[in-house]
T-cell receptor, first 115, second 114 residues
């Protein structure tokens, strides 16, 4: 069974540019999460999709970040325009059931560097 | 709000040494507690979990006990191996309504040398 897949694995962009990160969850997983780890700090929750609907987007830092999950399959996270403080590792995770004890499976992450 | 505090590394141990990584938490309600591990070049993997007070999670020789009285979930292993070198994250998920997000600590990098 394929795990959670994220593209690209690394991205280096200039300040002001746009970057789109993609996440393919495990097939059949309705729940999809985005997290971010800024260097030296905690992994922070960004948002949670249930199928194509945003269940909780309380962690999104500002309106430069836009997440979508059209059709309830893969998800994209767009940063436009990117700022230096957006640098970090962006993780995607998915889980099958909508219960809070369920394990979330994580992807390898996308390392974003804004220069 | 909820928070997790874990000892900051890096931690360097010799093979077969005893490992403890301390983790304490602050949360309302009755959270579930987790340890995730990130091996070099890989994603986060669930190592073990405990869902209620006094539960002990265990996996791959690692153990952690949910201590409500001390709000702690310390990770231990009796004899580490080089293959245990990784970054370890303590996390909690609160049982609040509609809350499925994980709250993580900063991570502890462990290096085990032969």
């Amino acid at each position: 069974e394929a795990g959670v897949t994220q593209f690209p694995s690394h991205s280096v962009i200039e300040k002001g540019q746009t970057v789109t990160l993609r996440c393919d969850p495990i097939s059949g997983h309705d729940n999809l999460y985005w997290y971010r780890r800024v260097m030296g700090k905690e992994i922070k929750f960004l948002l949670h999709f249930v199928k194509e609907s945003k269940q909780d987007e309380s962690g999104m830092p500002n309106n430069r970040f836009l997440a979508e999950r059209t059709g309830g399959t893969y998800s994209t996270l767009k940063v436009q325009p990117a700022e230096l403080e957006d640098s970090g590792v962006y993780f995607c995770a998915s889980s099958q059931e909508r219960v809070w004890e369920t394990e979330a499976f994580f992807g390898q992450g996308t390392r974003l560097t804004v220069v | 709000g909820d928070s997790v505090t874990q000892m900051e590394g890096p931690v360097t141990l010799s093979e077969e040494a005893f490992l403890t990584i301390n983790c304490t938490y602050t949360a309302t309600g009755y959270p579930s507690l987790f340890w995730y591990v990130q091996y070099p070049g890989e994603g986060l993997q669930l190592l073990l979990k405990a869902t209620k007070a006094d539960d002990k999670g265990s996996n791959k020789g690692f153990e952690a006990t949910y201590r409500k009285e001390t709000t702690s979930f310390h990770l231990e292993k009796g004899s580490v191996q080089v293959s245990d070198s990784a970054v370890y994250f303590c996390a909690l998920r609160n049982s609040g309504a509609g809350s499925y997000q994980l709250t993580f600590g900063k991570g502890t990098k462990l290096s085990v040398i032969p």
